[in-house]
């Protein structure tokens, strides 16, 4: 059969045989040289065709849908975006979740990182690379929808959201992370004081799980007990939702306890290493008392991390109001992660991308949710409960004859120290109420 010798079928064979060659590094001479001479051949079998009047093979850099002109004309960036922007502020900050005003400072923060030079073809905007990311963070949208809004190439939304999200926790984690030292925690226990009703608490510390498609051969390593492939979301949180800090990646299938023990957030605190302030009596006179994290069930009791007491028929008042003032102070955390996923819907699905960029989606998550918190005027504050102090029942302050103290030193201890206090100098009305009409 004869063979037609067009530049198509050259271009198969020179493609076929690189493929063939690939498996064989290093090259033989005389084969790189087959190659060399055959790459030289379909250039003049081209140039030929092109002067015969046939149509060379047509490249393109992109899809006309996805050209500059197209980009600028019919893109959301600089129609939709634009409007929005300059005339409808509140549907500007329901799209991407921040006021106009915002969104530049954002924008004069994060553009320099992600500023490409004008080579051979124009480069896509910074603004638009923070829009579509921004637009993705806020939505979780598929990257085809993306790519239909803002006319870029699909491949190319991947490459931006990859970029972008690193860009957002390597410029903002200096601006919205506290350097935290003595002085600082101090400020986070005022907070909770102030706010929660807890004294010496320097955070409320809890994980949340993070649904992700399951990488290539791991298992059941990221399947955790609700079902999903997952990761953590290890966090540390002020009076005031915002994060301290934050540890992301741990595989779902570890529990809470685990995760913040094998951390290196957990692994400072256990050696001494987060230049808490010194153990400080909380009434005077009193025994001193070391600052401390509040958890739930899953964290393990420590002299740095409070824990409630086992719920059980045993539980007399000093536990229920230990637990009621803990839970307290532990929810803010709760409402952190819940804010995070109202905000940032993408962490509300499994986060299609892969591992490495899933771990740069929640950093960044994170930075904007601290970021809107610190900068966003028109944000809602955690609202300190109304209590009627007027309704309460009149209990006796006294611990029960059988309620034995524990060892001095020991764990147990700093816990019953609490207990005792927030009977006594630190109760608060409204405290009966609830340790004896609910379940702490």
Known sequence: MEVQLNS?????????????????????KSHRNTILGLCVTLKKVRENEANEGHDPVKRLWVKELYSVENRLSYGASDTFVRTLREQY?????????????????????????????????????????LELTIRWLATGDNFETLSALFRVSPSSV????????????ACLKPLVFRKLNQEEWRKIARGFKNEWDYDHCVGAVDSKLVKIIPPPHCGSLVYDYKGHHSIHLHAIVDAYQIFTLVDVG???????????????IGQMFINNQMDLPPPEPLIEGGPDMPWVLVADEAFGLSNFCMR???RSRA?????????????????????????????????????KTTLKVTIQTVHA????????IMYDERRERPQREVHNEDVFQVIEHEIEADDPRPREGSLES??????????NEGAVNFQWDRAMNYNF
């Open 414 to 423: 700093v816990r019953y120290e609490f207990s005792r206090y927030f009977m």
């Open 8 to 28: 198509n079928n050259l271009q198969k064979v020179i493609l076929a045989l690189l493929a063939r060659e690939k498996k064989k590094l290093p090259w033989e």
């Open 89 to 129: 502020p509140d549907d500007f900050y329901n799209f991407f979740r921040m006021p106009p005003d915002l969104f530049e400072t954002l924008l004069s923060i994060v553009g320099p990182s992600i500023t490409k030079q004008h080579h051979i073809r124009e480069p896509i905007s910074p603004r638009i690379c």
């Open 365 to 372: 998550c994170v930075c904007l949710h601290n970021f809107l």
């Open 308 to 310: 409630p007491y086992p």
């Open 250 to 264: 741990a595989a779902g299938r570890q529990s809470d306890g685990g995760v913040f023990r094998a951390s290196k």
């Open 158 to 169: 991947s490459n931006i959201i990859n970029e972008v999200t690193l860009a957002i926790w």
């Open 315 to 351: 539980m007399n008042l000093r536990k229920k109001v230990f637990n009621y003032r803990l839970s307290r102070a532990r929810r803010i955390v709760e409402a952190a992660f819940g804010t995070l996923v109202r905000v940032w819907q993408v962490l509300g699905n499994p986060v």
